[in-house]
């Protein structure tokens, strides 16, 4: 840092962190000095901590003890938050927090009417204002760990997350005393954690982020190319997430309390409450094991409850929330214009992801060739509740030290609708050995522009002539039927009634193959050496203008044409 000259204030040194602020969960992480992002534990040793405040007599508590509370202190206890910030009363769903303290109306916005003093007076405290109380809670959890004050961050936060939602974010956390370098959106943030990996290899690929949380999922379909990433699609459902999991355990366990004592422990909210938190420590549980217990004290009148529950009980139960899962895959998938077999990537981030059921029917719905990235299908996989925090994290490195202006100028080309290609730019070697020539893709479809890419051809055999075309190609699938084996009843497997259509149909066998379209140009090298090898660079400039060269590796000269678009 420059000597300060006299008179000059010194600008605070900045000390930044990346925070996922999640609906449910939070979590707080930072970048090592080997660059590498690790997520901090809060002095409870909690990782991910409960995005929940709670008062008891003056006192605050956060995160799991909050989260405790909203058995017997539910009218004090505010969860559920993040969703009403920036946002008007008669714009939001009230109905996640009917188990804690309830929304209400505030001028056009949300507050909470708590007894947050140590006096007996409810206090009408502000959805900003808990904001900025759970901000600050976060950061000081990170600064105990880093031994200095935390005083920026990057935020992760989901994909629709409106203009008004992030001034009122930046605000709140501008209150709490962390000045918000950016906001990226959750799905972004886990393809960052990924790609920051020192093994990671970044090449051109279409990746899924799957993103299930506890109210919310998020699917987005991002196309990786050069480095550069552009969200082809997304989609969300507060529909399908883990509390509809924690509900079918609920109802299960209520199921069978009401058979032995007659009473419905979903009637008393206390009860309820108690199960609701056995409940997702057993769906929890099931993620890790086969079976899993389920033990409440006093759950009802008085009455003492334990039961167990094995896995694949619990797979056919939530069946339908799985496949919801699913389904919103294929159709983020297809609204990016794309098939199956055009991803090459899925992340599966957001607590849920940890259940191995929704992976296992991923591996199913993708081909071979596409990563699953999730614990329950690759060993190596980023533990999916960190990811967004993580990537939030290796953002604030990357920009900690830049100007706000800088700032600015980051996040557009980091994840950024910008001219993409509508089909892909490949080439077509014609010898007298191959006189048909085979397509090869150089430049992918939603490849942003401007771009260069260069492919190198071994052509030809004896040597001679080499006419290099450039051509349009548009990815088709080639559907074969194969006759299927006839599957016994035996042979099929415990899930056989999650995949209820096994029956004797043809197999289909799909495969991505190139229909070659417009030919854009034509270029001949003449005598190429025997063994010899051509090298084609594939220029596409931001107006969508191609520039084609084409020479002969090692050789003098070579062809190069324009093409407007
Ligand atoms: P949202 O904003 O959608 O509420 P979030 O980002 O705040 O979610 P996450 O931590 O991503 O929160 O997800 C929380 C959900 O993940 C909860 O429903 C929780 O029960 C579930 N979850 C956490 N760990 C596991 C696990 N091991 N197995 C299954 N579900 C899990």
């Avoid at 003449?526 to 090692?554: F, I, P, Q, S, Y």
Wanted: net charge negative; aromatic share 4%.
């Amino acid at each position: 840092m420059s000597a300060q000259q006299d008179g000059e204030v010194a600008s605070p040194e900045v000390h930044a962190i990346g925070i996922s602020f999640g609906n449910s969960n939070s979590s707080i992480a930072y970048t090592s000095n080997e660059g590498k992002a690790e997520v901090i534990a809060n002095e409870e040793g909690d990782r991910y901590i409960p995005s929940v405040l709670s008062y008891i007599e003056g006192e605050e508590y956060h995160g799991t003890q909050a989260k405790s509370q909203l058995v017997r202190n539910s009218e004090n206890t505010v969860a559920y938050f993040r969703d009403y910030l920036g946002k008007d009363f008669d714009s939001v769903d009230p109905r996640p927090c009917h188990a804690s303290a309830h929304a209400k109306k505030h001028g056009s916005t949300v507050a909470f009417s708590i007894q947050d003093t140590g006096s007996e007076a409810h206090n009408s405290v502000t959805v900003s204002e808990i904001t900025t109380r759970h901000i600050r809670r976060l950061a000081s959890s990170a600064s105990d760990f880093m031994g200095k004050q935390v005083n920026a961050a990057v935020i992760s936060v989901p994909t629709n997350f409106t203009e008004t939602q992030r001034e009122a974010l930046t605000q709140a956390s501008k209150e709490a005393g962390v000045e918000v370098l950016q906001m990226i959106s959750e799905p972004t943030a886990a393809v960052l954690a990924y790609d920051a990996r020192s093994e990671a290899e970044i090449k051109d690929k279409i990746i899924v982020v799957a993103d299930f949380g506890g109210t919310r999922s998020d699917i987005v379909v991002v196309a990786s190319r050069g480095g550069m990433y552009s969200i082809l699609s997304t989609s969300h459902d507060y529909e399908t997430a883990g509390a509809q999991l924690d509900q079918i355990l609920i109802d299960h366990f209520a199921k069978e309390f009401i058979k032995k004592n007659k009473t419905d422990p979903r009637q008393n909210p206390r009860s309820l409450a108690k199960l609701k938190l056995e409940a997702e420590a057993t769906k929890k549980s099931l993620s890790l094991g086969g079976n899993a217990s389920l033990s409440v004290e006093s759950l009802a009148d008085g009455v003492d409850f334990a039961s167990t529950i094995n896995r694949t009980r619990y797979e056919m139960l939530a069946a339908k929330v799985f496949a919801s899962f699913t389904r919103m895959i294929e159709d983020a998938v297809r609204k990016a214009d794309l098939d199956i077999l055009d991803i090459d990537e899925v992340i599966l981030s957001g607590g849920t992801s940890h259940t191995p059921r929704i992976s296992q029917n991923l591996q199913r719905l993708f081909s071979p060739k596409t990563r699953i990235l999730s614990p329950s299908t690759l060993p190596t996989a980023i533990d999916p509740s960190s990811l967004a925090a993580r990537g939030a994290a290796i953002q604030a490195s990357l920009i900690s030290e830049f100007d706000k202006e800088d700032i600015e100028q980051s996040t557009h080309p980091m994840v950024t609708v910008t001219p993409h290609l509508r089909n892909a730019i490949g080439v077509m070697v014609v010898t007298d050995d191959i006189k048909k020539g085979l397509f090869t893709a150089l430049v992918e479809k939603e490849t942003a522009v401007p771009c260069r890419r260069v492919g190198i051809f071994v052509a030809p055999r004896e040597g001679g002539d080499v006419i290099v075309k450039v051509c349009e190609g548009a990815r088709d699938i080639k559907i074969t039927k194969k006759e299927k084996s006839k599957t016994n009843g035996k042979a099929a497997s415990d899930d056989s009634d999650l995949d209820s259509d096994d029956e004797e149909e043809d197999e289909e066998v799909r495969e991505k193959i190139w229909k070659v379209g417009t030919v854009l140009a034509e270029a001949a090298i003449k005598d190429v050496k025997k063994g010899g090898k051509v090298e084609v660079t594939v220029h596409v400039g931001a107006d969508l203008g191609v520039v084609v060269t084409a020479r002969e590796v090692g050789a003098k000269g070579g062809v190069r044409g324009n093409l407007d678009k």
